[in-house]
């Protein structure tokens, strides 16, 4: 196994010469220590089926399988397939997923820990995944926003971003909502929360789940989100993964927001995600 290891400004360890369907238990807490140290972990050159990848994810902790049925693989339930091609003549996944700054699973009591994505199709042009270190945010915000979000908690709310479906015809657009909102209600999280692990502080939020600030009316709530997406989302918080084939990645969702980049009409694209649970709390509040 080889390392490549980051600047200290930049997120993401590059793994080279491994095969992850061989991995052994000593190179599993190795990886482990490197997505928390560095965010973000990326394997070169991998070919492995989807056994193998289930397999692979097990060995790190306990996979999800997301509560929303239509978004899981016909076989394997634990993988959330992002997909604009049909398989054997029939819809497979749901498309044009996560296009919007989110942590996985925040709108959820329990969030996501870590995220494992390994595209099967790529598309032919844009082949990007972007990131934001929010720990690094944390640190670099003016003394009046991170003094006012520290003793502040947020509310996170997924049904907004409802992917309306095929049995969803016939429904009022409010029905659809108040039906969301009854299956995952909105949820609060501290603003600022601490890394069971690198004891970081981390700004918890983001413009895809985050819809208000609790205690704040709707108005002043507002006025505050978005001038905090302005400063979360500047050009040069932003770290552009470009995919090649092969490309397995695994991040850590406590510091990372992150977004998919959108996929031009007429191209395909399948990739294959697997939530997983590191049998650590999710923050230290």
């Known amino acids: 196994m080889k390392i490549n290891r980051p600047s200290p400004e930049h997120v993401g360890a590059e793994i080279l010469e491994i095969d992850v369907a061989l991995i052994s238990e000593a190179e599993i807490n190795l990886i482990k220590e490197l997505v928390y140290e560095h965010k973000l972990v990326v394997f070169r050159e991998q070919n492995i089926d989807d056994v193998q990848y289930l397999e692979f994810a097990r060995k790190i902790g306990t996979p999800q399988i997301y509560p929303q049925g239509n978004y899981h693989h016909p076989d394997y ?26 942590t996985d699973c925040a709108f959820l009591n329990e969030p996501l820990p870590l995220t494992m994505l390994y595209p099967q199709v790529l598309p032919n042009s844009i082949r990007e995944t972007y990131y934001i270190d929010m720990g690094l945010v944390y640190k670099k915000m003016p003394s009046n926003l991170k003094s006012f979000v520290n003793d ?80 979360i989302e500047q050009k040069d918080h932003i770290h552009t993964h470009v995919w090649k084939d092969g490309d397995i990645l695994l991040w850590d969702n406590r510091p990372l927001i992150h977004k998919a980049s959108t996929v031009p009409k007429g191209e395909k694209s399948v990739s294959y995600r697997i939530g997983i649970y590191d049998r650590l709390p999710f923050y230290i509040s």
């Not at 091609?85 to 919007?100: C, H, I, L, N, W």
């Not at 997924?158 to 409010?174: C, L, M, P, T």
């Not at 108040?178 to 603003?191: E, L, R, S, T």
């Open 77 to 102: 339930p634990e993988i959330f397939v992002s997909s604009n091609v049909p398989k054997d003549d029939k819809k497979f996944g749901v498309s044009g997923t996560g296009k919007y700054w989110h």
């Open 152 to 231: 502040k908690h947020m509310v996170h709310d997924g049904k907004w971003r409802y992917k309306v479906q095929e049995w969803d015809i016939d429904k009022a657009i409010i029905d659809i909502l108040n039906d969301m909102g009854k299956q995952f209600p909105p949820v609060k999280h501290p603003a600022v929360i601490t890394h069971p692990v690198t004891k970081e502080k981390i700004l918890y939020m983001s413009q895809g789940f985050t819809t208000g600030i609790l205690g704040l009316n709707y108005e002043i709530s507002q006025e505050f989100l978005q001038e905090l997406f302005s400063f």
